[in-house]
């Protein structure tokens, strides 16, 4: 019973994903890189101003992440706009999404909550996804005592134990979300216009595609809806503006 420093000695272990971690690895991440912003002395004193769909719309193409900007500003045609920072970065070859108007996308939300209100999904539920991981620990367990039987070969139980192990993560992931999706009765009320809050407490995730949008919400239910931006107020006004020409 007496500690010894090991300097060196015998290997120290190193172990990766083998408890159940506080927070999830995506969470971690968008926390560093606030951190790594923060402690960038190029970005002190800059404000990024945070909109009610940020970090959470991804592009169906290509994966990248949807991001804000103004089309036409300084004009009396400027509207918001997210598109995808690949498409911006890299052009169309690159990914030929979609973007979408900020007010048309807060449009297709009030839609998709009020249907998911409407209907009450109720998504995949706890218990199903407990039953899985108890299926994967069970699997674990055996692999283990195969390997520790020599039944199996080593390669042959990392490989198994690696798999299981990433679909008890993923698991337990969205076990803890929907055990995180705390709403009762009075938030299932409809709405007339975009609600933030409604959006944060409901939504997981928002995909776009090409013309099509799907919200995701906590509870594993996928709502889509097809959109359209429609024209511009510059195309809309200089049309106007040519047929009262026509008919003076």
């Known amino acids: 019973h007496k500690r010894k420093i090991n300097d060196g ?7 990766s994903d083998d408890h159940e971690a506080i927070i999830d690895k995506e969470l ?62 890299n052009g169309v070859a690159a990914c030929g999404t979609t973007g979408i108007k900020d007010k048309v996308l807060k449009e297709k939300f009030v839609e998709a909550y009020n249907e998911f209100v409407l209907n009450k999904y109720e998504g995949i539920k706890e218990e199903e996804i407990q039953s899985e991981l108890n299926k994967l620990y069970k699997e674990e367990k055996e692999i283990i005592q195969l390997q520790t039987n020599n039944w199996i070969s080593e390669n042959d139980a990392n490989d198994n134990l690696k798999r299981i192990r990433l679909n008890e993560a993923i698991l337990s992931t969205k076990l803890n979300e929907l055990r995180n999706f705390h709403v009762t009765n009075k938030d299932f009320d409809k709405i007339i216009e975009f609600d933030e809050t409604k959006l944060h407490k409901f939504i ?3 995909t776009i595609s090409r013309w099509m949008v799907a919200f995701e919400f906590y509870n594993g239910v996928v709502i889509k809806r097809s959109f359209s931006n429609g024209t511009h107020g510059m195309i809309q006004d200089w049309t106007k503006k040519n047929r009262s020409k026509k008919y003076e």
């Open 9 to 15: 000695q015998v290997p120290n272990p190193s172990l």
């Open 204 to 206: 997981k995730k928002v």
């Open 28 to 89: 971690w991440k968008k926390v560093r890189k606030v951190y790594d912003a923060r402690s960038n002395k190029k970005l002190l004193g800059y404000k990024q101003k945070i909109y009610p769909f940020t970090g959470m719309i991804e592009c169906g193409v290509c994966g990248s992440k949807y991001v804000h900007k103004f089309n036409y500003s300084g004009t009396p045609y400027k509207y918001e706009f997210w598109n995808c920072h690949n498409s911006i970065k």
